[in-house]
């Protein structure tokens, strides 16, 4: 259920229209033309919120009407049998009373932070990538642009946070990166009909359960040079915290060589804090360590997520799942 923005003569206005069904090979349905309004930040972000917290990803969250937000809000109201419009049922931000909490800075936080070099080779060396900063630490854990966490934090000296202080954050159910830790997921029998759908040219990821969108997120797939492999694949294995076989022969040519470097696992990892293994030599769905390139930069064929999103992803797929990408 991908959906397509399209620009109008209004600009507080965009249409949007649904397109394509769960089919082996995705085909065009008729379109569904929605408008959505430009809503102010705060009901942009308890939309944003509602979204994210039922794996509807919006993107990062920031008080914006963007392109993912409005293609979430659509494909939700499509997934649950809303009517398509750009009308928004109060219940639907009922949910979300509460737009903005606290996070305090606790002193376990600190031992996710410390310098990443820019080498892979010194990478290389390390046990852990962790994050680099506490802003971008907090800005992952609340699925959130930095720009915007500094926003509701003005006045805050990012470079001297310490253990105690207290930042005011979106009210989303957060992203906890310590409770993730090296390991394989096993086959999920309860999903083993489930399937994926990659749509390469909207940049989504979709998840359905027989005719039902189970979830729909943002994803960077491949690149001009290098694509995102179109067919029908099966997913091999997944795996949290992964390390990662830096080797640029197969990232830039699809050929694997022996000049490569094994980067450890953490957030700062090149494939984030998962990998999600397919039938097609070096392509994988994955995390990220940078979030705010996700459905902008390209990727070396493989499916990128926000970590946030991708940790979403490894408890609503299975090993087994075929996965279609288009």
Known sequence: ???????????????????????????????????????????????????DNNDFGPGKIDGKMGEFFRKALISYKHAHGMRE?????????????????TYTIREDDLKFIGPVPTSYEEQAKLKWLPYTSLLEFVAERYHSA?????????GKDWEKLQPG????????????????????????????????FIDTKERLLEVFDGDQLVCVFPITPGSTTLPAPVGTWKILGMATMPWFRYDEGMLNYGVRTE????????PNNLVGILWISLNKTGIGIHGTNNPETIGRAASHGCIRLANWDAARVK????????????
Not at 1 to 28: C, D, G, H, K, Y
Not at 316 to 326: A, K, M
């Open 1 to 51: 259920m991908s959906i397509f923005l399209v620009a109008n003569a209004t600009s507080a206005w965009q249409a949007v229209r649904a397109v394509r069904t769960p089919a082996a090979t995705p085909e065009s349905t008729p379109q569904i033309f929605a408008a959505l309004p430009n809503y102010d930040e705060e009901t942009s972000t308890r939309l944003q919120i509602f979204l």
């Open 85 to 101: 419009t750009g009308f928004v049922d109060q219940w639907l931000l009922d949910q979300v009373p509460v737009t903005f909490t």
């Open 146 to 154: 930095e720009a915007y966490i500094q926003k509701l934090n003005s």
């Open 165 to 196: 202080e207290v930042l005011k954050v979106p009210n989303v159910l957060p992203f906890e990166i310590e409770k993730f830790a090296e390991g394989e997921i096993p086959e999920n029998p309860a999903f083993a009909a489930r399937k994926i």
């Open 259 to 266: 000049n490569y470097f094994n980067l450890p696992p953490g």
């Open 315 to 326: 408890d609503l797929v299975s090993v087994g799942n075929t996965v279609i990408i288009f």
